[in-house]
């Protein structure tokens, strides 16, 4: 490590506290991190790694924002850094993340809706009959769907398995079971204190806790979880060339081994890890309207996570204060936005820039004056 770096502690050991500590030991900076539980967990693990910001810009059109131009910039500039990424943890960890550029299928019922994506910046094509069912076999999508190629996914357990193998090798410290209760000023620098008494001086702190960083400033003290619930089941067959299916209230995410991902409930307020047998009946049934196939597939897991989210479902990223930066409010976005944003931080703590994808959600310009959109 650099004799120069600054130190840095960063509260949270998932999509972005990883990937920060990763691009942060890539210019020789030695980073701490804290985890209140297990590192990787939380809302990576129970994550279906979609990398999707075509289906997210088109279902974004519902809620209308003054910087979802800027979020799809920052969404399509951080899907175009992941080939490269992926490739690169996969070379230094030995463990493939298993990215895949599958694509994802939108139900649409107009073929003019390629049009109106396409003034969105995201290329698409129509597709029924029997071009949809060669993508997606069994499909019952009888008005036709967008196919949008530029959409991907990932392992999120494979992704999270990676880079700790890599950050280990690095000798980067990672705390698990380790809360960080308070922050204060330290001359020119920060002091943490954790649950158990520990104290640690730093010139950088990091808040990349999700929705359990709200005690820890004013500026996360809006960041409210959104739990979620979501399915494994065996599809019978192989599925991974399946793209995604994303309808709105529900996801189909094929993985790798004949499995099925379904998803996931949007519950605002909710933080437990709770499962509800009643909720799992409405993914299936929701399912199941766009592959029937699904009613005769045997569910082998049901989890939960919880999302943060901020008021009108922005991600807020950038300089807080003097030496406190902050990556909160992902929301949903934590897999697909984490080159990008770990990059831009990095940039950030290293040579005291923000590069331009980030700057429009830097904590002085954005959720101003919005109410939730939880």
Same mark, same amino acid.
């Given at each position: 490590?650099? #004799?120069?770096?600054?130190?840095?502690?960063?509260?949270?050991?998932?999509?972005?506290?990883?990937?920060?500590?990763?691009? /942060?030991?890539?210019?020789?900076?030695?980073?701490?991190?804290?985890?209140?539980?297990?590192?990787?967990?939380?809302?990576?693990?129970?994550?279906?790694?979609?990398?999707?910001?075509? =289906?997210?810009?088109?279902?974004?059109?519902?809620?209308?924002?003054?910087?979802?131009?800027?979020?799809?910039?920052?969404?399509?500039?951080?899907?175009?850094?992941?080939?490269?990424?992926?490739?690169?943890?996969?070379?230094?960890?030995?463990?493939?993340?298993?990215?895949?550029?599958?694509?994802?299928?939108?139900?649409?019922?107009?073929?003019?809706?390629? *049009?109106?994506?396409?003034? +969105?910046?995201?290329?698409?094509?129509? /597709?029924?009959?029997?071009? +949809?069912?060669?993508?997606?076999?069994?499909?019952? +999508?009888?008005?036709?769907?967008?196919?949008?190629?530029?959409?991907?996914?990932?392992?999120?357990?494979?992704?999270?398995?990676?880079?700790?193998?890599?950050?280990?090798?690095?000798?980067?410290?990672?705390?698990?079971?380790? #809360?960080?209760?308070?922050?204060?000023?330290?001359?020119?620098?920060?002091?943490?204190?954790?649950?158990?008494?520990?104290?640690?001086?730093?010139?950088?702190?990091?808040?990349?806790?999700?929705?359990?960083?709200?005690?820890?400033?004013?500026?996360? =003290?809006?960041?409210?979880?959104?739990?979620?619930?979501?399915?494994?089941?065996?599809?019978?067959?192989?599925?991974?060339?399946?793209? +995604?299916?994303?309808?709105?209230?529900?996801?189909?995410?094929?993985?790798?081994?004949? /499995?099925?991902?379904?998803?996931?409930?949007?519950?605002?307020?909710?933080?437990?890890?709770?499962?509800?047998?009643?909720?799992?009946?409405?993914? /299936?049934?929701?399912?199941?309207?766009?592959?029937?196939?699904?009613? *005769?597939?045997?569910?082998?897991?049901?989890?939960?996570?919880?999302?943060?989210?901020?008021?009108?479902?922005?991600?807020?990223?950038?300089?807080? *204060?003097?030496?406190?930066?902050?990556?909160?409010?992902?929301? $949903?976005?934590?897999?697909?936005?984490?080159?990008?944003?770990?990059?831009?931080?990095?940039?950030?703590?290293?040579?005291? $820039?923000?590069?331009? &994808?980030?700057?429009?959600?830097? &904590?002085?310009?954005?959720?101003?004056?919005?109410?939730?959109?939880?």
């Amino acid at each position: 490590m650099r #004799r120069d770096a600054p130190r840095v502690v960063i509260a949270g050991a998932g999509a972005a506290g990883l990937s920060l500590a990763h691009a /942060l030991s890539l210019r020789g900076i030695n980073t701490l991190i804290c985890d209140a539980g297990k590192a990787g967990q939380g809302a990576l693990a129970a994550s279906a790694g979609m990398i999707a910001p075509g =289906a997210e810009i088109g279902e974004a059109r519902s809620r209308p924002h003054d910087r979802s131009r800027a979020f799809a910039a920052l969404a399509q500039h951080s899907a175009a850094m992941w080939p490269d990424w992926a490739a690169r943890l996969h070379a230094e960890s030995g463990i493939d993340p298993a990215y895949r550029p599958c694509g994802s299928l939108v139900p649409v019922r107009e073929p003019a809706m390629v *049009e109106t994506f396409a003034a +969105l910046g995201v290329e698409g094509e129509w /597709l029924h009959g029997a071009a +949809l069912q060669a993508r997606l076999p069994g499909a019952c +999508l009888p008005d036709g769907a967008l196919f949008l190629p530029g959409d991907a996914q990932v392992s999120s357990p494979l992704l999270a398995r990676a880079l700790m193998t890599i950050l280990a090798r690095k000798g980067v410290e990672i705390r698990e079971n380790t #809360r960080i209760t308070s922050l204060a000023r330290a001359g020119d620098g920060w002091r943490i204190m954790t649950e158990s008494g520990e104290v640690e001086d730093t010139d950088y702190v990091v808040l990349a806790a999700g929705w359990a960083a709200t005690q820890l400033h004013p500026l996360a =003290a809006d960041v409210y979880p959104v739990k979620g619930q979501a399915l494994m089941l065996d599809a019978g067959e192989d599925c991974a060339n399946w793209p +995604l299916l994303r309808a709105g209230n529900v996801y189909l995410a094929a993985k790798p081994g004949g /499995l099925l991902m379904v998803g996931a409930s949007v519950e605002p307020g909710r933080s437990n890890g709770a499962v509800d047998p009643s909720v799992a009946k409405g993914l /299936l049934q929701r399912a199941a309207r766009y592959l029937p196939s699904v009613a *005769e597939m045997v569910q082998l897991a049901h989890w939960s996570g919880v999302r943060p989210a901020l008021p009108g479902l922005m991600p807020r990223a950038g300089l807080a *204060e003097p030496g406190l930066v902050v990556a909160l409010g992902a929301y $949903r976005h934590g897999v697909m936005l984490a080159p990008v944003l770990a990059e831009g931080l990095a940039a950030l703590i290293d040579e005291g $820039r923000l590069p331009h &994808p980030i700057a429009p959600f830097a &904590p002085d310009t954005v959720n101003e004056g919005l109410s939730s959109g939880g």
